[in-house]
């Protein structure tokens, strides 16, 4: 292919995959299969690999991420990005009409918009791409997140149609309910602390240093403020139907998302539909916008020190109801983590019974300052989980007795231990604690995990206090007649459960490895691990620096996965596995070929042609080996630009071959 052609196809492939993106995520109308498009998505990133010189800033390649951002940048806004003044019933909104209608004196017509519960977001555009993401801040300087906020598939990196040369526009960057629902999941299988609220979560993923993290997150946006000089629009209604025309995802008018009325009437409609309907939404919010149509008069207008006058917020009532702290209860996870639970006299309370709530940890309990029998008020966190928000003193006993948090282990009376940098307490006794004997038991039979049906929550401890399982391994070795003489257990039941069992041997490797319940390995993690160690005993063996060589495995996890091999029951327990005939290794890759057999090879710089991915990958595909440190025992250096000194002074000491990029593919091709 000559220069001339990729350039073409490059801009070919950004121009019609950036059309079916937009679609897909801001339409909702796809016109190509996720195959096609991933097929389209990865000739253009091959084409960018080897002419990176015709890689287009808006490229969709962008949004996968990658850039890393050490420090987010201070920017000045150009247009100050004011919070609202809040309200919260119909006598202050007809307040602040009657301000209005002192300064303006013809008929006014009102906006009114979903109040998103999320990050606010300045972005600009200039010549109809994507510049600079810049967030609220203090309303006058706020964090430059421009790489993270290009990774977030609903925000156009080129617009269409008739947009200003130069431009703002602002909105709400949120996390979506079901993605925040499915992300705790992840953590509670991980046994990690869950996040309190989608706000939180997205504006953390937002800060994140590593882009690929916030592309792999799913935040979404709605955008709906325009700001410039000398715009072609006259009112706030009209800016977004245009910025629709744009290419922005702009909040639904079929779904009433925003409104157009010209009295108190037709706001307090708005606000007390979605009072009542929120809780059915995709996404949070926490009240509504109203906001004075036309341009000119907001000019009019103007603003105070800290807000625009033709603009307020109405807050709907975060519901609070107070109860009684009946006890304080201590959870053992199958990680050994302490989680201290309210129990609570039963309340209603956002349409739900509530008869407890997490108080997460130690530091939690301090905080509030708990004693039992107090009279609590508990509010729904980000409106989902229920949280213990403060105390009503003035109705606690003389002789209350103050909520401390235990010392030892409520379920084998071990002494609790507070691991470095952690929040939470642990029960170091994984090996005899039953909580964390059948919790791992549990996760191993999940259906993520071994998938094996007919082994609930109650078998399982059953089996334990019977001493017929210790652990995992211990499940292969059951018989019929164990299994049937257990409560609530039948000839075909038992049998039923026998062949899950034994069905549970076919689960691939990368479950199986998910399964065993190591620290900090979920799901994707055991994916990384199980393709780049393709077999229990590579993984068990490798070094600290294999494993946070691999993608998304950082300093926590690789003493994680160490630390799980060098215990003498778990490698006893990979050997029962074994043995039972359990997949401990993956399917073995066919090779290209074998022409690097028995060669280890470091790959290191920067390359032109391949990605340092790409280089490694064409070298396991070839029978070579990738290993991160150079010893006696490398082969080659693959050497790119920027190659540090020191690894080039170790080469040249040990007498180790060093190949530039050029070198390397004559020495593929021959």
Request: net charge negative; with cysteine.
């Amino acid at each position: 292919m000559t220069a001339l052609e990729a350039k073409q196809e490059i801009e070919r492939l950004t121009k019609e995959l950036n059309y079916h993106n937009h679609l897909y995520y801001v339409e909702s109308n796809p016109e190509i299969t996720d195959y096609d498009f991933d097929m389209r998505l990865n000739r253009l990133q091959v084409l960018e690999q080897n002419f990176p010189e015709f890689a287009s800033e808006i490229s969709p390649t962008k949004r996968v991420g990658g850039d890393i951002t050490k420090k987010f940048a201070s920017i000045k806004h150009r247009f100050p990005m004011l919070s609202l003044g809040n309200t919260y019933s119909r006598e202050e909104i007809i307040d602040w009409e009657n301000r209005i209608k002192k300064s303006i004196e013809t008929k006014i017509e009102y906006v009114c918009e979903l109040k998103y519960d999320g990050v606010a977001i300045g972005i600009a555009y200039e010549n109809g791409k994507l510049v600079r993401a810049v967030t609220r801040g203090d309303g006058t300087s706020g964090e430059d997140v421009t790489a993270n906020v290009k990774t977030i598939k609903t925000i156009p990196l080129q617009l269409q149609g008739d947009y200003p040369k130069d431009f703002e526009i602002r909105g709400e960057i949120f996390y979506p309910i079901a993605s925040f629902h499915k992300m705790n999941e992840e953590r509670r299988e991980n046994d990690e602390s869950e996040y309190a609220n989608p706000r939180n979560l997205a504006s953390g993923t937002l800060k994140q240093q590593d882009s690929r993290i916030v592309a792999s997150r799913g935040l979404d946006c709605f955008l709906y403020g325009i700001y410039g000089e000398d715009l072609p629009i006259n009112s706030h209604f009209e800016s977004v139907l245009k910025a629709k025309e744009w290419g922005f995802k702009i909040p639904v008018l079929a779904e009433n998302y925003i409104h157009k009325t010209d009295s108190i009437d037709g706001i307090m409609e708005f606000i007390e539909y979605w009072d009542k309907q929120r809780e059915n939404l995709p996404f949070e919010i926490d009240g509504v916008v109203i906001k004075v149509n036309n341009y000119e008069a907001q000019q009019e207008l103007g603003f105070t020190a800290k807000s625009p006058r033709w603009a307020i917020a109405y807050k709907f009532k975060t519901e609070r109801v107070e109860t009684l702290l009946e006890s304080v209860v201590f959870q053992v996870g199958r990680t050994g983590s302490i989680t201290p639970v309210a129990n609570l006299k039963a309340v209603q309370l956002g349409g739900t019974v509530v008869r407890r709530a997490s108080l997460h940890n130690a530091d939690q309990i301090e905080k509030n300052d708990l004693y039992l029998g107090d009279s609590v008020y508990v509010e729904k966190g980000g409106e989902i989980i229920p949280k213990i928000v403060g105390v009503n003193l003035e109705k606690r006993a003389a002789n209350a007795h103050k909520v401390d948090f235990i010392t030892h282990c409520p379920e084998c009376q071990t002494e609790l231990v507070r691991r470095e940098g952690e929040s939470n307490h642990f029960c170091p006794n994984e090996k005899a604690c039953p909580p964390q004997v059948t919790g791992r038991m549990e996760h191993f039979i999940a259906r993520k995990g071994m998938n094996i049906d007919g082994l609930g929550v109650e078998t399982i401890v059953q089996l334990f206090q019977a001493g017929l399982v210790k652990n995992v391994a211990d499940l292969y070795t059951l018989t019929f007649d164990q299994v049937v003489n257990l409560d609530r257990m039948a000839d075909r039941s038992a049998n039923n459960l026998l062949q899950s069992v034994e069905a549970s041997k076919q689960i691939p490797y990368e479950r199986v490895l998910f399964a065993l319940g190591i620290r900090f390995v979920g799901e994707t993690v055991a994916k990384k691990l199980a393709t780049k160690f393709d077999n229990i005993d590579l993984l068990a063996q490798a070094s600290f620096d294999e494993l946070i060589a691999v993608d998304e495995i950082g300093e926590r996890i690789a003493i994680s996965v160490q630390s799980y091999f060098l215990e003498e029951e778990h490698k006893q327990l990979i050997e029962k596995l074994r043995l039972a005939g359990v997949q401990l290794q993956g399917v073995k890759k066919e090779l290209l070929s074998n022409k690097f057999e028995g060669m280890n090879f470091v790959v290191s710089g920067v390359f032109s042609t391949f990605s340092r991915d790409e280089l490694k990958k064409v070298i396991e595909d070839n029978g070579g080996k990738n290993v991160s440190s150079i010893s006696a025992k490398t082969t080659y250096i693959v050497a790119g630009e920027n190659m540090g000194p020191a690894k080039l002074d170790k080469a040249t000491k040990l007498g180790v071959s060093i190949l530039t990029e050029q070198e390397f593919i004559e020495f593929l091709n021959n």
